[in-house]
Nanobody
Framework: QVQLVESGGGLVQAGGSLRLSCAAS????????MAWFRQAPGKEREFVAA????????YYAESVKGRFAISRDNAKNTVYLQMNSLKPEDTAVYYC??????????????????WGQGTQVTVSS
């Protein structure tokens, strides 16, 4: 069982930065790839970024490539999402996600086994 708790959301002006954190429970965190998804009002939840279990591989949605960076600290059981050059269209609830089993990278909702509760990010123009 994996429990995920996000933090770091808030209100920021366009062009600003935020860093989201996701603290995970469980002794096998280092065996799980991790991901971030987001859901804007009235839209489907969409993939944002993912990172492999060792942190050596990262994956991004085209809409955030070059602006967002995912990283992890396995000693702290934490995954991060650094968001720079934020745009109003980045406004959404951001969810931390883990696959249903170890050693599987998750970039689509159907592979997610565990979700965090979400944290709101609002970017004003």
């Amino acid at each position: 069982q994996v429990q995920l708790v996000e933090s770091g959301g808030g209100l920021v002006q366009a062009g600003g930065s935020l860093r989201l954190s996701c603290a995970a429970s469980g002794r096998t965190f280092s065996s799980y790839a991790m991901a971030w998804f987001r859901q804007a009002p009235g839209k489907e939840r969409e993939f944002v970024a993912a990172i492999s279990w060792g942190g050596g591989s990262t994956y991004y949605a085209e809409s955030v490539k070059g602006r967002f960076a995912i990283s992890r600290d396995n000693a702290k059981n934490t995954v991060y999402l650094q968001m720079n050059s934020l745009k109003p269209e980045d406004t959404a609830v951001y969810y931390c996600a883990a696959p249903g089993r170890t050693l599987v990278v998750v970039t689509t909702k159907d592979r997610v086994g565990y979700w965090g509760q979400g944290t709101q990010v609002t970017v004003s123009s």
